[in-house]
């Protein structure tokens, strides 16, 4: 795995308690794919096609890690992750993207994210990043 494809920040011992995955992509069959493969390593998941169908649905208090795209219509990851952190939320965000942009890893990770994957990843990356988000 190459070193950007993959950006770490370490977020100390923050204890979410939970095994609950939230998909937020604009692409079904990216979710579907993340969805099938996160639940065999037997997390919960829900999966939604925009932002606005996640805000909806989730509320800030409910404990979980987001994994997030970042090009979709509407409410962007960008907003959606800005939106998160003025809420005060403390839900660990993976963002993701087929963008092959280098910057972007780093800008999710100023932003809050706990980590970055340009797609295509494989799912070992994206299972131990998880890992480290919900510790």
Same mark, same amino acid.
């Given at each position: &795995?190459?070193?950007?494809?993959?950006h770490?920040k @370490?977020?100390? @011992?923050?204890? *979410?308690?939970?095994?609950? +995955?939230?998909i937020?992509d604009?692409?079904?069959?990216?979710?579907?794919?993340?969805?099938i493969?996160?639940?065999?390593?037997g *997390?919960?998941?829900?999966? *939604?096609t925009?932002?606005? @169908?996640f *805000?909806l649905?989730v509320p800030?208090?409910?404990? =979980?890690?987001?994994?997030?795209d970042?090009? &979709?219509p509407g409410?962007d990851?960008? @907003?959606?992750?800005?939106?998160?952190?003025?809420? =005060?939320?403390?839900?660990?965000v +993976?963002i &993701?993207s087929?963008d092959k942009?280098?910057?972007l =890893?780093?800008r999710a990770?100023?932003?809050g994210a706990?980590?970055?994957l340009q797609?295509?990843?494989?799912?070992?990356?994206?299972v131990?990043? +998880? =890992? +480290?988000?919900?510790k």
């Amino acid at each position: &795995m190459k070193a950007e494809e993959l950006h770490l920040k @370490e977020i100390g @011992e923050k204890s *979410f308690g939970t095994k609950q +995955i939230y998909i937020v992509d604009d692409d079904e069959s990216v979710c579907r794919a993340l969805s099938i493969l996160l639940v065999t390593y037997g *997390f919960n998941v829900d999966i *939604f096609t925009s932002a606005d @169908e996640f *805000f909806l649905a989730v509320p800030n208090s409910a404990p =979980g890690c987001l994994i997030l795209d970042i090009h &979709m219509p509407g409410l962007d990851g960008w @907003e959606v992750q800005q939106r998160l952190v003025a809420s =005060g939320s403390n839900r660990p965000v +993976i963002i &993701m993207s087929a963008d092959k942009n280098r910057r972007l =890893g780093d800008r999710a990770l100023k932003a809050g994210a706990v980590g970055y994957l340009q797609k295509p990843f494989n799912d070992k990356a994206l299972v131990d990043l +998880i =890992g +480290i988000a919900v510790k």
